[in-house]
């Protein structure tokens, strides 16, 4: 597969996360170990039935379960220190922290084998920042000492995706069916979670059932094969600096269905984004 291809395969996978808030809405009011447990059985079965398609079920036999500890780790930590963070801290600030993730990528990038950090890559980088900042934290308070423990987990969970994506990279040989046992763990982890920590409550009507479902169905399930397929095959650093999309398409979903207001913020944002995705591809291009 070529990287362009391998790479536009794992833009999807932002796309999807950009309609992440917005089933989440939906879903209100799951809890988050639940929502997890719930979302990551759709995106199990979708792997299954992608990989019994394929003709390739046995492949799973062969991967190491080092690989699979560490797709476990990635997704189920992830999103742990997510859930965790936003009960901690404001969600704007705990989100704007936690958002690092796509600069964390193209920085750390720089380090695997074969690639190489130009200097278009990191005012891409910066560039998207800013406008994500301008998105995720417009006319908030702003960050308080109080509200520290939760912003030091936002960050690790900053931390903890972008390695997760960049060593991802290093496992080139591990097939993406192998994402399906990632899913399985989290899920079953999210469900002893569950039940060790929260109140069950389940969605409402059968809208709430169908946000559950198409979150399963898209940014917590189809998006981490794709994703799986682009950061191993494709210009990860491209893919970090474009990441900067997903907060930018996620507020404008929010502002069609009117759950979100237009503002100067995010006509600034977008050009910020915009241009910074527009840099760090002539960079890998060039």
């Not at 362009?4 to 809405?25: D, H, N």
């Not at 958002?99 to 998207?128: C, D, N, Q, T």
């Not at 960050?143 to 960049?166: C, D, E, K, N, R």
């Amino acid at each position: 597969m070529a990287a362009r291809t391998a790479t536009l395969i794992g833009f999807t996978a932002i796309l999807l996360w950009s309609l992440l808030a917005l089933f989440t809405v939906g879903t209100a009011p799951v809890p988050p170990f639940l929502l997890n447990a719930l979302s990551f059985s759709i995106a199990t079965l979708i792997g299954f039935g992608w990989t019994l398609w394929k003709g390739k079920l046995t492949v799973l036999r062969h991967v190491s379960w080092r690989v699979y500890l560490f797709g476990t780790i990635g997704l189920m930590g992830y999103h742990a220190l997510y859930f965790s963070a936003l009960r901690l801290a404001p969600a704007a600030e705990a989100g704007l922290i936690a958002y690092l993730w796509p600069l964390l990528i193209v920085l750390m990038s720089g380090l695997l084998p074969g690639e190489r950090l130009k200097a278009g890559h990191m005012l891409g980088g910066f560039l998207g920042f800013a406008g994500a900042a301008l998105i995720i934290s417009g006319g908030g308070a702003g960050f308080q000492a109080g509200f520290l423990p939760g912003y030091l987990i936002a960050l690790t969970a900053a931390f903890t995706w972008a390695g997760y994506s960049v060593l991802s990279r290093l496992l080139g040989n591990a097939p993406t069916e192998a994402v399906t046992i990632y899913c399985l763990a989290t899920a079953v982890l999210s469900g002893l979670a569950h039940v060790a920590f929260e109140t069950t409550v389940w969605p409402i009507g059968a809208f709430g059932w169908a946000s559950v479902a198409a979150l399963g169905l898209g940014p917590v399930g189809l998006a981490f094969y794709v994703w799986d397929v682009g950061v191993k095959r494709g210009d990860i650093q491209l893919l970090g600096v474009l990441s900067y999309a997903a907060p930018l398409l996620s507020t404008l979903a929010l502002v069609v269905v009117g759950i979100a207001t237009a503002s100067w913020a995010l006509g600034l944002a977008a050009m910020l984004i915009t241009g910074g995705a527009a840099i760090a591809a002539r960079a890998s291009l060039g």
